[in-house]
């Protein structure tokens, strides 16, 4: 019975904390005009969040091509279709794997930076101070995140899909043996516009979440070292699991 | 501030990198639609089952794609499936009694129509429409007409054993 | 209720001489009582000490004043504006015109120091370039960092940080200044050097200051009003050597650091030799 209890427990602060997140993202979205017209701390938040993660989106997304141009040979390679891994590599990368493996690992890496920084932030009083100086810090310092984040998502899923593909190729053709020509064309075939806009409505998507999750953890921190601590841990958890739940709605709502 | 500067060209080298991925996956990973605006002249067809097949989907001759599908409509009266197909420009030397089916692309792949030649010295026109044309095979239809041969041949079968054994017992 | 609102009315037309005027105030926390009936006043142009033991809320006290939490009862006036008459604008107006010393000095961690003195006027000026560096230097000065402008937060002692905080408050020229336990580990050159600028920014500028503080002795040698507070009430209130020459317990518990008296030095527990002799029955 009290293992019923706590299901509805979590069902209910759950629920609590959704509608404060939106109500945070109702404040946020109100200040992001005002935030635009100080681009520059934008951008050094594009920077933050994006640039700083090029190298682990840029390896993984190597190494994400290459085992599916591996696995997909040889799975292919069962049915006679080898030359389909072109359109099979592709069509992952750009609909599931580029969005959400991006979206994972965002938010392992910027999210918590965020998360913590935010958190830090809030610990040290410097939130405080700033409500003192009377500069509102969610203007200040979480909507420029909050909107860098969204404008680094799409493009690091662009990126990872970019180079999945090209490791697929260097699997598949230079390794594997699969004519060059085949894997190309049957891709240009058989994948279109269509696609690549499914992954890009993914990943803006997911950035929202992703920069939202991660901004809200890090303001609503309890201001402690383990407080932050646990904001960081909830950030990535909390993003994983809404991602891959968005994935599913958003699959279903595009086809 | 000094390091803005450094952050301000990373950050664009980052945003650059991105526009170029996105760009590459648009152009070079997706085929080039043949844009079926208003070149080209239009033909119908009508099909008593159309199976799969999408608007956009091909239309060919001898494996090579001439055409797209351009809309597809229920005719009311002749209960049939009435597609209208965009032939390109440049094909316009189809014989009028051309036949039009629907084929599957490879095993898994989607529905086109595939156009035969026939032997008419009089080509297709703009509107003008296709009279021979084959349905999509519908495995359900392939399924039952399979059964139902199976059955008949048993059917067979057992008046043959019928006669045998008749002729058996008068012997 | 009417009571109150003339009370308030007559705070806000005595407003010429208090910059702030607490009246009535109830304040508490989850179950626990914080503040209860309590009235403090802080005259223009002196520098106002507030003291008392530790956990008194002296810190809820500045945060009420500046409006950051809102009491259960009782008015808080600041510079003639009633605080609970003020929307979220017209309490961040207000407080352009106060400025605050945290506790650790609460620095922008990834800005330099000329960038956290410059923060305020970037945020509600549109000062040009030039005249931002001159404000900010001329801050710098006046705490004797001018050539600390380039380092960053991380690379200043904890005396430094102060300094640093000080200036970033006094950059938009406040009416008030406000110090939130400003001498809290510091060295004692450190100590002399924050106690001499509070004194020295308040004369020149002809603005109040309020501070915050428990080291009795340093403050009372600047402060020109004392209030001792605990349990939630003022338990005295004057000027130092009133407070020094006091009859009252508290008072001079608190005055001469006597380590038991009114505040006791045993936390609350069970009688002692019940629970020593309980343990070695087992």
């Known amino acids: 019975m009290s293992l019923l209890r706590e299901l509805w427990r979590s069902l209910r602060s759950g629920l609590e904390t959704l509608g404060e997140m939106m109500l945070f993202l109702g404040r946020m979205l109100a200040y ?66 580029g969005p959400v493996v991006t979206a994972l690992l965002f938010s392992g890496r910027a999210g918590t930076a965020l998360a913590s920084e935010i958190g830090l932030m809030q610990a040290t009083d410097q939130l405080a101070a700033m409500r003192m100086m ?43 043996g699969v004519d060059s020509g085949q894997f190309w064309s049957q891709m240009r075939a058989s994948v279109e516009t269509r696609d690549v806009m499914e992954g890009v409505i993914k990943s803006c998507v997911f950035g929202v979440a992703c920069s939202l999750i991660a901004v809200y953890e890090g303001y ?24 891959l739940v968005l994935d599913y709605m958003l699959t279903a709502a595009l086809r | 501030m000094r390091q803005t500067r450094a952050i301000e060209f990373s950050t664009g080298l980052f945003a650059l990198l991105g526009f170029a991925a996105l760009f590459f996956l648009l152009t070079q990973i997706t085929n080039r639609d043949i844009r079926f605006g208003e070149t080209g002249y239009q033909l119908l067809a009508k099909f008593e089952n159309i199976g799969s097949l999408k608007v956009g989907a091909p239309v060919s001759m001898a494996g090579v794609t001439i055409g797209r599908v351009e809309k597809i409509e229920y005719d009311n009266t002749e209960y049939k499936a009435a597609v209208t197909l965009r032939i ?84 | 209720m009417v009571e109150e609102s003339q009370a308030a009315a007559a705070d806000i037309a005595a407003d010429a001489e208090n910059i702030v005027t607490i009246r009535g105030l109830d304040y508490g926390v989850a179950q626990r009582e914080i503040f209860r009936d309590l009235n403090i006043i802080i005259r223009r142009g002196r520098v106002t000490a507030i003291m008392g033991p530790s956990g008194t809320g002296k810190t809820t006290l500045l945060r009420l004043i500046t409006g950051q939490i809102v009491p259960d009862r009782g008015s808080v006036i600041v510079d003639g504006k009633d605080l609970s008459q003020l929307s979220r604008t017209g309490l961040y107006a207000l407080r352009q015109s106060m400025g605050m010393l945290f506790q650790n000095g609460a620095l922008l961690t990834d800005l330099d120091v000329f960038e956290n003195i410059a923060f305020p006027l970037r945020e509600h000026t549109d000062l040009p370039e030039p005249l931002i560096r001159r404000l ?55 100590l002399g050097v924050v106690l001499r600028l ?44 009133q407070l020094q020459s006091s009859e009252s317990e508290v008072v001079r518990q608190f005055m001469n650091g006597l380590a038991d008296g009114p505040v006791p030095f045993h936390y609350p527990a069970p009688d002692y030799a019940t629970q020593i002799l309980a343990r070695e029955a087992d």
């Open chain 1, 32 to 97: 992001t005009p005002a935030s635009l017209r100080r681009f520059g701390l934008i951008v050094h938040q594009v920077y933050n969040t994006g640039a700083l993660s090029l190298v682990i989106i840029m390896l993984c997304g190597l190494f994400v091509g290459m085992v599916l141009g591996l696995q997909g040979f040889d799975v292919l390679q069962r049915f006679g279709s080898e030359e389909s891994l072109g359109t099979m590599t592709a069509l992952s990368l750009l609909k599931e794997l």
């Open chain 1, 134 to 176: 009377a500069v509102d810090p969610i203007r200040r310092v979480c909507v420029p995140r909050f909107v860098g984040g969204i404008i680094a998502m799409p493009l690091l899923a662009a990126i990872f899909s970019g180079i999945g593909i090209y490791g697929a190729q260097l699997v598949g053709v230079q390794m594997m």
């Open chain 1, 220 to 243: 609503n921190a309890i201001p402690t070292a383990e407080g932050v601590g646990r904001a960081t841990t909830r950030t990535v958890v909390i993003s994983a699991v809404v991602t």
């Open chain 2, 88 to 171: 390109e420009p440049g094909y316009n030397r189809i014989p009028d009694d051309s036949d039009a089916a629907i084929f599957t692309a490879g095993l898994l792949g989607g529905q086109y129509i595939g156009i035969g030649p026939g032997g008419s010295e009089t080509y297709f026109k703009d509107k003008d429409q296709i009279h021979l044309t084959q349905s999509a095979i519908v495995l359900e239809n392939l399924i039952s007409k399979f059964l139902f041969s199976l059955a008949g041949k048993d059917k067979d079968k057992d008046q043959n054993q019928d006669a045998q054994g008749a002729e058996a017992k008068t012997q």
């Open chain 3, 136 to 190: 900010v230097l001329t801050k710098l000065h006046a705490v004797g960092l001018r050539g600390a402008a380039a380092l960053v937060p991380a690379e200043l002692s904890g005396g430094m940080g102060r300094r640093v905080a000080l200036a970033r408050a006094m950059v938009m020229d406040p009416k008030m200044l406000i110090y939130d336990e400003p001498f809290a580990g510091l060295d004692p050159i450190s």
């Open chain 3, 198 to 241: 509070i004194r020295q920014m308040n004369d020149a500028l002809g603005i109040t200051s309020i501070v915050v503080s428990h080291d009795v002795h340093e403050i009372a040698a600047v402060a020109d009003d004392c209030y001792l507070l605990s349990g939630g009430q003022v338990v005295a209130s004057g000027n130092p050597k």
